[in-house]
């Protein structure tokens, strides 16, 4: 069963060739900034992403009616429970239109439907970034008007997820765990019997990041709105793509400010391990929502390579369950694995509803 996954990011978009488990080629397509810039949203530029996906499976040797199935990731839709969904003309619109925000990843489903189409074969998504699976007690935030929203890197946390049950001699319907995915942005979540109960909204609850601000201070934050010294463009450009560690240190690269720390930097000593006991801090509290019973914390993305920032979290919250660190993203793995549950009938495929 050959399945193609495609992975829509800001810059880039990856797409790999699966037979069944095994991963066949990878490529990462960079997309010019000049390109990009062409397009008034994002989702306008499903075309041009797809024409380069098309060059570059010819350049592959492959064609689409090779493939049983097109698996795209799944944007910011409507909140939806975790799994595999089949891309229909409704998902695709909704795409289009992004209920949830603008957003790369919306461009998944989009690509994936429009190229399935032409040689008649299913198109999925899996757990998109707009899982929600929170019970109604995680909903209130303390103001009517401002409920909380999940977002969250649930993809690659749903397949560490499975993974470390896996090692346990589990399903992930049978273990309790925190997962934290230290990317650019940064999720915390209680994942509980197979459901991820609660978890910070990545773009703007929760840890700083890299490139994130996370929870601020609420009528400090008001006051900066009013104060005449940003638009709300800027604002909203400081707190999500310029906040966390680039704001303290011109830099969203982890390892550029480990090598400073390393250089004798007290400032980007203080950051590295202010974003580590803000992690710690979120862990702590995902745990006591699984109320103690937590049978692994988990680290994975980008930054559980760095023994610094795996150490420092560990070393604060290793009292409550054994540390499992998973470096790096799966999502493409994820992906094939997701459509190949449906393919092989382990799962049915969910349909996403008005
Ligand atoms: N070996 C490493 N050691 C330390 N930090 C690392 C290492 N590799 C990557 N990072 C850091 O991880 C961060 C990026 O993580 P990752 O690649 O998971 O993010 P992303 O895919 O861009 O965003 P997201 O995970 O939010 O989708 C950067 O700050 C980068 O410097
Ligand atoms: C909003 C969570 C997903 C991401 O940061 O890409």
Redesign the pocket.
């Known amino acids: 069963m050959l399945i193609l996954a495609i992975n829509p990011g800001s810059t880039s978009t990856k797409i790999a060739s699966f037979q069944a488990e095994q991963c066949l080629w990878k490529v990462v397509i960079n997309h010019p900034d000049h390109d990009l810039r062409a397009f008034d949203k994002i989702s306008d530029q499903y075309r041009y992403r797809m024409d380069a996906i098309l060059t570059t499976l010819q350049e592959k040797g492959c064609r689409l009616d090779e493939f049983s199935a097109i698996v795209g990731r799944g944007g910011l839709l409507k909140p939806l429970s975790g799994g595999t969904y089949l891309v229909d003309e409704y998902l695709v619109n909704e795409s289009h239109n992004a209920p949830g925000g603008e957003h790369a990843s919306n461009l998944g489903a989009i690509i994936a439907y429009h190229l399935a189409r032409r040689v008649k074969i299913p198109a999925y998504i899996v757990d998109p970034v707009s899982v929600d699976e929170m019970e109604p007690v995680a909903r209130l935030s303390g103001h009517p008007e401002l409920p909380r929203i999940s977002l969250s890197?649930a993809l690659n946390m749903k397949a560490v997820a499975r993974k470390v049950a896996k090692d346990l001699g589990k399903t992930y319907q049978e273990v309790n765990l925190v997962v934290a995915?230290l990317?650019?942005?940064i999720s915390v979540a209680s994942h509980r019997r197979g459901k991820m109960i609660d978890v910070n909204n990545a773009n703007n609850e929760g840890p700083f990041s890299?490139e994130r601000s996370g929870t601020l201070p609420s009528a400090q934050l008001v006051k900066l709105c009013y104060s005449g010294k940003y638009t709300e463009k800027e604002l909203l450009t400081s707190i999500l793509k310029e906040g966390g560690l680039y704001a303290y240190l011109g830099t969203?690269?982890?390892?550029e400010a480990?090598r400073r720390m390393n250089n004798s930097d007290p400032q980007a000593r203080l950051v590295l391990e202010a974003m580590c006991y803000q992690v710690a801090k979120e862990i702590g509290a995902m745990s006591a929502v699984l109320m103690g019973e937590v049978d692994r914390i988990v680290l994975t993305?980008?930054?559980a390579?760095?023994e610094f920032?795996t150490g420092e979290i560990t070393r604060r919250v290793a009292f409550i369950a054994p540390v499992v660190v998973v470096p790096?993203?799966e999502e493409m793995e994820s992906l094939a694995l997701g459509a190949l549950r449906v393919l092989r009938g382990e799962e049915k495929a969910l349909t996403y509803n008005k």
């Open positions: 890197h995915h990317g650019g942005g890299p969203r690269d982890t390892r480990e993305g980008g930054l390579y760095s920032i790096g993203e």
